[in-house]
């Protein structure tokens, strides 16, 4: 078997796994937002027009509500001093995003520039991709 059909062969078979992948992640996406809808919308409103705080269902089990948040910072600078004066300094730790610290590695790296490995883990690796028509 000659190079061209191996690529061949291994090129369908990613894109069928990448379609697989895809249909998965779209099934997942949807019961996700089900699964959201039920959990803080349908059973918290119906428990609560109901008065009941816990339920128990046998072959289920207990069905309770229980406080949540979402929280965000919309002031990064005072929101941060805030939480020092407020005895919270704890929480706040420098923190820089996986995906932005790669996209400038990568750059870097075409630039021709390195980094010290006592202070960064960089793994280049070749990975192969197909573009859609």
């Not at 992640?25 to 119906?46: F, G, H, V």
């Not at 929101?79 to 932005?100: C, F, H, K, M, R």
Request: hydrophobic content about 40%.
């Amino acid at each position: 078997m000659d190079s061209n059909s191996i690529i061949h062969g291994l090129a369908v078979e990613m894109r069928q796994l990448q379609d697989v992948k895809d249909a998965q992640t779209e099934a997942l996406s949807a019961t996700n937002k089900r699964l959201d809808e039920i959990r803080l919308k349908l059973i918290p409103d119906a428990m609560s027009d109901a008065d009941i705080r816990t339920v128990t269902f046998d072959g289920l089990g207990r069905v309770q509500l229980a406080m949540d948040l979402y929280a965000t910072i919309v002031d990064k600078e005072a929101g941060y001093a805030w939480l020092e004066e407020n005895g919270y300094d704890g929480l706040i730790q420098p923190y820089v995003q996986p995906s932005t610290l790669k996209s400038a590695f990568k750059k870097a790296m075409k630039d021709g520039q390195e980094f010290p490995p006592e202070l960064f883990t960089v793994t280049p690796f070749m990975r192969a991709s197909i573009v859609k028509a």
